[in-house]
């Protein structure tokens, strides 16, 4: 089943019968048992590969190396990728691939050895360009710099290190483009710039982190922040580099030395002006939806209000901007590292922050016009935007 309502969304756009149905399933799932003798035993694992919908161009996602992976799940963040990317335009359908096994029981070299496996058995889709993986939970660029070594082809894997020709600033983009997004959030529902707000964030890892310093950078208060084991709040405001610099050390934030240590749920419900889920999914919740006093909440992470929060939270007026559009800095980073692969030049960090700014504000812009046309949420906008996008090339393609 689609994670979008279609019949919602066709309240507000045109949606073909043809084109639902191509939508209600993935395109393409692969199911592959990779078996691979590692020293004297047998690794046997389920891979999962599914592209959700193409017509947009190559299936684009991230390979999952994690214990729990199954098919559905898999097929849930290829559907999301289709529109992340349709929506701020780059030329990507969606995709996704799991690896069932849990990365902390593999060495390096282990790891390497199922990663040239996993190449292996799927060597047409990336030398084909039919699917561009990336990382995702329990893999990271030394190990996409593994599967380039194995295509020979820069364009066939993004994510990469920037000496194996990844992209300068690929590492900060989702924070980079959450802060962009956040500040357009600021001026236009707050009607003031970020220089004058406060901020709490849930999730101080990669996207958390960045998006921190990005924010310090604005000249933004951050009063509240959150990892797995609980939070920390100061009034006059926390220094983000230094706990984005002891988050990035693997220590935890219920160690950290300073400030008053609250719990994650104070850090949610907390007095501030914008609210960034910036952890993992189903955070905002029907049990703390009503105790939410932030005025803007921005998703940082992948899913991170239920359909029952998300309901409360439009009630009571709070603005939701939604992952698909504020967390997609890292598929827009992709597109520009797939891009430099293709062409052979070479791309500054300042002209990667420069094109993530210039796509999500664009993105931004589209979707609050159409929620104000229509009168709907943020989210439902995007919605809309998104597959509309993706039915018009369904029928450009002559799918529809
Ligand atoms: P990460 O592993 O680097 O960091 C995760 C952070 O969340 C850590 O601080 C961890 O302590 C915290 N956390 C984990 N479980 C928690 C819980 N139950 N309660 C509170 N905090 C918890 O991950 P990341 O790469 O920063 O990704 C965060 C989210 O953003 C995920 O939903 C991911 O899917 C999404 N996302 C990431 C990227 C990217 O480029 N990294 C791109 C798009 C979306």
Sequence with gaps: MPSIDFDRVSQYIEMPRDGRSLLEQPERELRITMGLRLDHELMQSDVYVVYFNTARGPAKGGIRFWPTVTMEHTAELAEKMVWKTALVGVPFGGGKSGIRLDPADYSRMHKTAILKEFVRVIRHELVSGTYVPAPDMGTNAYDMAVIFGETHLPESVTGKPPRVGGLPGRLEATGRGLATCIRAA???????????RTVGIQGFGNVGG???????????????????????????????????????????????????????????????????????????????????????????????????????????????????????????????????????????????????????????????????????????????????????????RGWI
């Design 186 to 196: 600021s001026e236009k529902y707050l009607d003031s710039g970020l220089d004058r």
């Design 210 to 396: 960045w998006c921190a310093k990005f924010l310090h950078e604005l000249g933004t208060k951050i009063t509240f922040a959150a990892d797995i084991s609980g939070g920390i709040h100061a009034d006059t405001g926390l220094d983000a580099h230094k706990l984005a610099q002891w988050c990035s050390e693997g220590k935890l934030l219920e160690d950290y030395p300073e400030y008053d240590h609250v719990s994650n749920d104070e850090v949610l419900t907390a007095d501030v002006d914008i609210l960034v889920p910036a952890a993992v999914e189903d955070v905002l919740t029907s049990e703390n939806a009503s105790r939410i006093k932030a005025r803007i909440i921005v998703e940082g992470a992948n899913g991170p209000t239920t359909p029952e929060a998300d309901a409360i939270l439009d009630e009571g007026g709070i603005t939701v901007v939604p992952d698909i559009l504020a967390n997609s800095g890292g598929v827009i980073a992709s597109y520009i590292e797939w891009r430099k692969a293709k062409s052979g030049s070479l791309t500054s960090r300042d002209e990667t922050f420069e094109t993530i700014d210039e796509l999500i504000l664009g993105g931004f812009h589209k979707v609050s016009d159409f929620a104000e046309q229509t009168n709907t949420s943020l989210r439902t906008a995007a919605e809309c935007l998104s597959v509309q996008e993706v039915i018009a090339a369904m029928h450009d």
